[in-house]
């Protein structure tokens, strides 16, 4: 299990090497190569069996933590859950012009976004829809972007989560300025509304040079910045094995800031790493890269068939790691919830998706001069005359320019 106290950081001056022990080239090899398991360095609080596990280095950020709050987190996930399902099927009838699941995810992101404090930041990629739930985005205000209708019309500053970024890794840089800001503003410390940043990126990410650049960044400047992998095997078709020769984790150590890999199916330990980590970030100790390991249980996006290059025994063998499963069954075992409770749940989660689908299909179309609002703060000559012109031309048709 990855522990805190294994890192030791950097310091100035001579001998400045991390004092982390290597790993051997047999320990490399596994971590690589345990693509079902997450090697031996996997932080897992909460087994898919739901057997609760002690940990002496993360148990002290899940002090808060009972029956009552895990019946939350599990309420989050099967929400969060339904409505996926929910987006996912709306696209396939053409009310969505393309939907993005996160199937398989939700202990990832709804774990990670409920260890933010109000204060902190987060950026997202564009599968992020559990980590927008937390931060109090209505799920409604996501479906402009899969209608393209609207692109993130929520408060940004109010909820503290940053448009949806479709350019892959490019939210890497945006919150590395973000975090830097943070940290030349004075707003890390000791102090109980000190700020820290997190970033959502994927495994395939990890291959683009604006993640690289961000990391280069935010550790030069001691950025209050979490990097948060999840790292769900899959980069659209290709393996994340095709992409790294060491654990995404790992690669954190040539940047000099701490690497953790935690199970990604696993709300607990996801929670209790996210805070361990935002916690060093806004006392001013720098960047933490945190692989959130995982699986993404249905295709990348629906405009991709997962069957032309995985195996279905290996989506099997993942459906047993469930994220939700496994809360369920500690909740039963424990006495924390009763079946009462879960169809209650789901009976929630139902409305939740009938509502989310009632929104989706009475959605206006959005008049024709949408095009040219909010693209930039202030209005130009420019853009008046291109607006001016294009209505004109729009309105020449018989129905008024719909066809």
């Known amino acids: 299990m990855s522990s805190p106290e294994q890192w030791t950081?950097?310091?100035s001056g001579a001998g400045s090497a991390a004092t982390a022990a290597q790993p051997s080239p047999e320990q490399v090899i596994a971590g690589l190569r345990a693509t079902t398991e997450?090697?031996?360095?996997?932080?897992?609080?909460?087994?898919?069996?739901?057997?609760?596990?002690?940990?002496?280095?993360?148990d002290p950020y899940l002090t808060d933590v009972d029956a009552e709050t895990?019946?939350?987190?599990?309420?989050?996930?099967?929400?969060?859950?339904?409505?996926?399902?929910?987006c996912n099927a709306m696209q396939r009838q053409g009310q969505l012009g393309i939907w993005v699941p996160?199937?398989?995810?939700?202990?990832?992101?709804?774990?990670?976004?409920?260890?933010?404090?109000?204060?902190?930041?987060?950026?997202?990629?564009?599968r992020e829809h559990g980590v927008a739930y937390t931060r109090g985005v209505d799920f409604t205000e996501l479906l402009g972007?899969?209608?393209?209708?609207?692109?993130?019309?929520?408060?940004?500053?109010?909820?503290?989560?940053?448009?949806y970024t479709i350019v892959i890794g490019?939210?890497?840089?945006?919150?590395?300025?973000?975090?830097?800001?943070?940290?030349?503003?004075?707003?890390?410390?000791?102090?109980?509304d000190a700020e820290a940043t997190i970033c959502y990126f994927g495994d395939g990410a990890t291959s683009q040079g604006d993640v690289h650049e961000g990391f280069v960044w935010a550790a030069v400047y001691d950025a209050p910045l979490v990097f948060f992998c999840q790292n769900n095997q899959w980069a659209i078709s290709e393996p994340t094995e095709r992409q790294s020769r060491l654990p995404l984790y790992q690669r954190a150590r040539g940047y000099g800031f701490p690497g953790i890999r935690v199970d990604g199916n696993d709300v607990l330990a996801c929670l209790a790493v996210t805070r361990w980590a935002l916690e060093e970030c806004r006392r001013g100790n720098g960047p933490v890269l945190i692989e959130a390991y995982t699986y993404r249980m249905d295709a990348h996006t629906t405009t991709d068939d997962p069957t032309r290059y995985?195996?279905?025994?290996?989506?099997?063998?993942?459906?047993?790691?469930?994220?939700?499963?496994?809360?369920?069954?500690?909740?039963?075992?424990?006495?924390?919830?009763?079946?009462?409770y879960f169809d209650e749940v789901q009976a929630?989660?139902?409305?939740?998706?009938?509502?989310?689908?009632d929104f989706c299909f009475a959605m206006p179309d959005p008049p024709p001069e949408r095009l040219f609002s909010s693209v930039y703060s202030e209005p130009s000559p420019q853009l008046d005359a291109q607006r001016e012109e294009y209505l004109a031309y729009h309105a020449g048709f018989a129905d008024g320019g719909h066809r």
């Open 348 to 357: 929630e989660a139902d409305r939740f998706a009938a509502e989310l689908r």
């Open 170 to 192: 490019n939210q890497v840089l945006n919150a590395a300025g973000y975090a830097m800001g943070q940290k030349f503003e004075g707003k890390v410390g000791e102090e109980p």
């Open 9 to 11: 950081r950097p310091q």
């Open 70 to 86: 895990l019946r939350g987190l599990y309420r989050d996930m099967v929400l969060v859950r339904r409505a996926d399902r929910e």
């Open 102 to 126: 996160l199937l398989g995810q939700e202990a990832a992101q709804v774990g990670s976004g409920r260890a933010l404090q109000p204060q902190d930041m987060a950026f997202p990629s564009y």
């Open 38 to 58: 997450g090697g031996a360095e996997l932080t897992q609080l909460l087994t898919p069996e739901g057997e609760r596990l002690p940990s002496p280095q993360f």
């Open 145 to 163: 972007i899969f209608r393209c209708t609207d692109h993130s019309q929520w408060d940004f500053a109010g909820h503290r989560f940053h448009p």
């Open 310 to 340: 995985r195996l279905s025994d290996e989506l099997e063998a993942w459906k047993l790691k469930d994220p939700i499963e496994r809360v369920r069954v500690h909740l039963s075992r424990s006495g924390g919830a009763d079946q009462d």
